[in-house]
């Protein structure tokens, strides 16, 4: 247990409405990750942060925002949910630099009707 | 456009069975080869991890082997369990970056 919790762990949504995802850390860690996950594709990274009002973007970007103002919380906001994005969302923290082990939250399963 | 490509999709082996999971890379630019292993409901967690300057790595039931010039990894379960059972992950770190580029996944049951 790396100290993450997600928040929700599960929600439904309709298509066209705006959600937003909730990763919070207990230890401080500067880098945080999330990523999605769908059958057939593993794990592929949405956004990445290495500090405090600092991201970048990942191999999937495209209809997600992030935001970090306080070192604990990483949101992940999906600004008009489409189908597309029915997923398990997991984010993750490195608790040394960008090159250390990333450790993973429980997940929050997402589905877009 | 996926880097990083594993094989078998599932796999299922009877008890003391050893499961081969193979992974290849497209790209010379890695560092760092994580294997991560997932139960139903749960976040991914590491389990085993490879630099490229090494050819094979051991911990516990676990070993990767690595072939450098195939641009391959492969994870290997000794003397599997049914509390084996679960999704397998290979990854690829790119150099000098904290992203994870991850294969497929392996679904592996093993049998009583």
């Known amino acids: 247990d790396a100290g993450i919790t997600q928040s929700p762990r599960h929600k439904v949504t309709e298509t066209g409405t705006p959600v937003t995802l909730r990763c919070h850390q207990t230890?401080?860690?500067?880098?945080m990750y999330w990523y999605r996950q769908d059958p057939g594709h593993g794990l592929r990274l949405i956004h990445y942060?290495?500090?405090?009002?600092?991201?970048d973007k990942g191999e999937v970007s495209d209809g997600y925002s992030v935001s970090r103002s306080k070192t604990e919380d990483f949101l992940l906001t999906l600004e008009s949910a489409t189908s597309s994005q029915t997923s398990v969302y997991f984010c993750?923290?490195?608790?040394?630099?960008?090159?250390?082990?990333?450790?993973f939250g429980p997940g929050t399963r997402l589905t877009v009707l | 456009q996926q880097q990083v490509k594993q094989s078998p999709q599932s796999l299922i082996v009877q008890k003391g069975g050893i499961p081969i999971i193979n992974c290849a890379y497209e790209?010379?630019?890695?560092?760092?080869f994580p294997w991560y292993q997932q139960f139903p409901g749960k976040g991914p967690a590491l389990l085993i991890a490879?630099?490229?300057?090494?050819s094979e790595k051991k911990e516990g039931r676990f070993t990767i082997s690595f072939n450098k010039s195939a641009k391959q990894f492969s994870l290997h379960i000794m003397d599997s369990q049914p509390g084996d059972s679960a999704t397998y992950f290979c990854?690829?770190?790119?150099?000098?970056?904290?992203?994870?580029?991850f294969g497929q996944g392996t679904t592996l049951q093993v049998k009583p």
């Open positions: 230890e401080n860690h500067r880098y």
């Open positions: 993750a923290i490195s608790r040394g630099g960008p090159g250390d082990t990333q450790y």
């Open positions: 490879i630099r490229p300057d090494v």
């Open positions: 990854a690829a770190r790119p150099s000098n970056t904290g992203k994870l580029i």
């Open positions: 790209n010379t630019a890695f560092d760092y």
């Open positions: 942060s290495y500090g405090v009002k600092d991201t």
